[in-house]
């Protein structure tokens, strides 16, 4: 069953309209959780916020939000301050009373790519003893297409009778808040019209297309936004390489490439590869979810190979810089996946390091907002204090404040005069005239 609302869901009655505060519990209080949880609460609603985790429900509680998300925290704050969200340990607890249930809890990878669900059907089994219609079962987490029948399967066999509804996220670490309050579609998937047009009703003060169709497709739409922006963070990697080859300058080339209506700039910037807790995850579950089904999905399959590769080849200029990385000291500016988040999760700057500390370099890093403790990896407080006694210097995560700096600062202090810039986000020219080797990517 299929159905879909292109730009605007069809009007609800008063039976599917929610009441303003709406009691909505969401189970899980990790990222998609948190975020979720402060959208509705800044809509109005009264939240139930549940986590085995006793330690980070208790920090919740006291006002501590260890997720560095811009707005979070505040957001938070005025719901609890207002009484607008409660804290539990108790899963049962949680769901007690709620007219809707959210589901936020992990889908780590397992073998072979696949998804492990094992959480998201633990917490089916666990609230369906409890929970019954109408009140929906609405899961954030990401499940992969070909899955939602057996999740639907498993709160059945809890004795619940209450719709499953899936409710994809698409939430951009260092900007989560602004993408739940002001997001570009929603995406509601059940089997229930009734129970999708009671969740898509939540989200009716938001103003913006709603999608509603089925379990199977609100899956597959989550895995192809995914896929599409990995695809095109892969294919700006693999255009640099080849300006490369042949002397082109690739910011340059995405210049040409980005005033086209048809292709735009989103997404085009070459650096070491795409990373974070979705890109990588979900592409990979999207080739092994084709591989379960009989479906090769050659595309997809080389560009993970292909955001591989481009590890290689940042680790090869690298040591192209500066000679065979055995005894060297590489300075590296940046850990995190990405700017404006401390989260390493299949960071590709962690990647980079544990590479080059393998091929025998330490490794001297510095993030704003992310650390990792692993051999080899020495953490310092300050970027002139990373390139110090360097051979060379990598840029590895694309923070704003990292191009601030006066190069002439890296160069007073390094042994050797190489930079690697794999964001392209220093300026080339600053950095000659400071006397040091510029190297980028595609450039």
């Known amino acids: ?36 949880a402060a959208g509705f609460a800044n809509l109005g609603h009264r939240i139930r916020l549940a986590d085995r985790d006793g330690d980070a429900i208790a920090a919740l509680a006291r006002g501590e939000v260890r997720i560095l998300e811009p707005g979070l925290s505040e957001i938070l704050a005025a719901a609890r301050d207002s009484g607008r969200i409660e804290f539990f340990t108790d899963n049962i607890e949680a769901v007690g009373g709620a007219d809707v249930v959210f589901l936020a809890v992990p889908t780590p990878e397992g073998s072979g790519g696949q998804v492990d669900l094992t959480f998201v059907e ?18 954030k987490s990401t499940v992969p297409p070909g899955t939602p029948g057996r999740l639907l399967r498993a709160l059945t066999a809890a004795g619940s009778n209450s719709p499953l509804v899936l409710n994809p996220e698409f939430l951009q670490e260092g900007r989560a808040i602004e993408d739940v309050m002001h997001p570009h579609r929603i995406v509601v998937g059940s089997a229930d019209r009734d129970a999708a ?23 597959l739409t989550k895995y192809a936004a995914n896929a599409y922006l990995a695809t095109r963070l892969t294919f700006a990697n693999a255009i640099a390489h080849f300006a490369e080859s042949v002397g082109a300058d690739v910011s340059d080339v995405i210049a040409g490439l980005s005033p086209d209506p048809r292709i735009g700039g989103h997404y085009l910037q070459p650096g070491p590869g795409y990373g974070g807790s979705c890109f990588p995850k979900d592409v990979r579950a999207l080739v092994a979810a084709g591989d379960s089904l009989g479906h090769d999905l050659k595309l997809f399959r080389a560009v993970v190979s292909t955001n591989d590769d481009q590890l290689d080849r940042v680790v090869a200029k690298v040591s192209g810089a500066v000679g065979p990385l055995e005894g060297k000291v590489i300075g590296l500016l940046g850990l995190a996946f990405k700017a404006g988040t401390g989260d390493t999760r299949s960071s590709p700057a962690v990647a980079l390091a544990i590479r080059i500390v393998a091929a025998g370099a330490t490794v001297r890093a510095y993030d704003p ?71 980028g990517l595609g450039r």
């Open 197 to 219: 047009a009671l969740v898509a009703g939540l989200h009716e003060p938001l103003g913006v297309p709603m999608i509603i169709t089925d379990l199977e497709s609100a899956a």
């Open 122 to 139: 633990a917490a089916l089994t666990e609230i369906g003893a409890v929970v019954s219609a109408p009140t929906p079962v609405v899961v």
């Open 369 to 439: 907002a992310a650390e990792v403790d692993i051999d080899g990896i020495e953490i310092v407080d300050d970027p002139i204090e990373a390139a110090r006694g360097a051979d060379g210097l990598l840029v590895a995560t694309e923070w704003p404040e990292f191009a601030e700096i006066d190069p002439a600062r890296f160069a007073a202090v390094m042994r050797g005069r190489s930079v690697i810039d794999a964001r392209n986000l220093l300026d080339r020219d600053a950095v000659v005239a400071a006397g040091l080797e510029y190297q």
């Open 1 to 36: 069953m299929s159905w879909l609302s292109s730009d605007s869901m069809p009007p609800l009655t008063d039976t599917h309209t929610p009441d303003l505060q709406s009691n909505i519990a969401v189970i899980g209080a990790g990222y998609v959780g948190l975020v979720t």
